[in-house]
T-cell receptor
Framework: KAGVTQTPRYLIKTRGQQVTLSCSPI?????VSWYQQTPGQGLQFLFE???????NKGNFPGRFSGRQFSNSRSEMNVSTLELGDSALYLC??????????????FGQGTRLTVV | TQLLEQSPQFLSIQEGENLTVYCNSS?????LQWYRQEPGEGPVLLVT?????EVKKLKRLTFQFGDARKDSSLHITAAQPGDTGLYLC??????????FGKGTRLHILP
């Protein structure tokens, strides 16, 4: 089956702009989680969506938001970009049907550079 | 705050040597996963351990979950250049988000 698809792979934006990233999960998976990965902080959890509802949220400012559509595809939006938002943004797909840790399949990520 | 501490942060060894990397926490997790990530790619799941004291083997890789379910180790026997990558551990608890460690960057020299 097709894997997790993230678009775009690379993005360069200017401070103050906003950006939208997209994630298409594995067919049949209803849970999509978003992570920010930087060399200094590692993988940090942003939020998780399950059946169009945000189920868990990390400790990021309100500039970071997301949504999930009825086909399970998810988008992540960052407004008023800051230099510190430069990172690899990863999306993970899982069945999400249990309330404990299940196997997550990651996309290749979107490399965002803010200049 | 739940934290997963991974050690060492960096490890560079010769091909054929053995190594162990660690993942430690003061919190109890219901399960723990190990991932490997290569440059430019997303992490790929290697194993999930759920029972305290559990040991799982994946070819030359041996994973152990601590008895108290607060720590885990990954042992690689006869390391090969293809083992090079960032090894991440991740802990989960029921109804809670998954926590990742910062990873151990492993480099195997041919």
């Amino acid at each position: 089956k097709a894997g997790v698809t993230q678009t775009p792979r690379y993005l360069i934006k200017t401070r103050g702009q906003q950006v939208t990233l997209s994630c298409s999960p594995i067919s049949g998976h209803r849970s999509v989680s978003w992570y920010q990965q930087t060399p200094g902080q590692g993988l940090q959890f942003l939020f998780e969506y399950f059946s169009e509802t945000q189920r868990n949220k990390g400790n990021f400012p309100g500039r970071f938001s997301g949504r999930q559509f009825s086909n399970s595809r998810s988008e992540m939006n960052v407004s008023t970009l800051e230099l510190g938002d430069s990172a690899l943004y990863l999306c993970a797909s899982s069945s999400g049907t249990t309330n404990y840790m299940t196997e997550a399949f990651f996309g290749q990520g979107t490399r965002l550079t803010v200049v | 705050t739940q934290l997963l501490e991974q050690s060492p942060q960096f490890l560079s060894i010769q091909e054929g040597e053995n190594l162990t990397v660690y993942c430690n926490s003061s919190s109890v997790f219901s399960s723990l996963q190990w991932y490997r990530q290569e440059p430019g790619e997303g992490p790929v799941l290697l194993v999930t351990v759920v029972t305290g004291g559990e040991v799982k083997k994946l070819k030359r890789l041996t994973f152990q979950f601590g008895d108290a379910r607060k720590d885990s180790s990954l042992h690689i026997t006869a390391a090969q250049p293809g083992d090079t990558g960032l090894y991440l551990c991740a802990g989960g608890r029921r109804d809670d988000k998954i926590i990742f460690g910062k990873g151990t960057r492993l480099h195997i020299l041919p």
